[in-house]
């Protein structure tokens, strides 16, 4: 296994209608190159998830992001805020083009 890579054991939790990834209960147990164990406390959907790279997060990154995901966010609502206000234009094509940018900005 690669430096700074790592291995985990983990099993498909429910909460109500949603799911996700969770290690309690689970521990990995390294065999040799080619295999591996993954020993669980109770029944369920199983996985061996291993990172890929090392999480180091580039700051420009996130500015680009959080700027990126505003501007797109002040877009839509004044698109949304136009389509309400220009009844003159109203038709089924500007009605299809509301909902979307309405589930957009979602």
């Given at each position: 296994?690669?430096?700074?890579?790592?291995r985990?054991?983990?099993?498909?939790?429910?909460?109500?209608?949603?799911?996700?990834?969770?290690?309690?209960?689970?521990?990995?147990?390294?065999?040799?190159?080619?295999?591996?164990?993954?020993?669980?406390?109770?029944?369920?959907?199983?996985?061996?998830?291993?990172?890929?790279?090392?999480?180091?997060?580039?700051?420009?990154?996130?500015?680009?992001?959080?700027?990126?995901?505003?501007?797109?966010?002040?877009?839509?609502?004044?698109?949304?805020?136009?389509?309400l206000?220009?009844?003159?234009?109203?038709?089924?094509?500007?009605?299809?083009?509301?909902?979307?940018s309405?589930?957009?900005?979602?």
């Amino acid at each position: 296994l690669p430096e700074g890579k790592k291995r985990q054991c983990v099993s498909w939790k429910l909460n109500g209608t949603r799911g996700y990834w969770t290690s309690n209960g689970c521990a990995y147990t390294p065999r040799d190159t080619s295999s591996s164990i993954c020993s669980c406390q109770h029944l369920s959907t199983f996985a061996i998830l291993m990172s890929t790279q090392n999480d180091t997060g580039s700051y420009a990154l996130k500015v680009v992001t959080y700027v990126g995901l505003s501007v797109s966010l002040v877009c839509l609502f004044l698109t949304i805020v136009t389509f309400l206000l220009c009844r003159s234009l109203w038709s089924v094509s500007i009605s299809l083009h509301l909902q979307l940018s309405i589930c957009l900005f979602f």
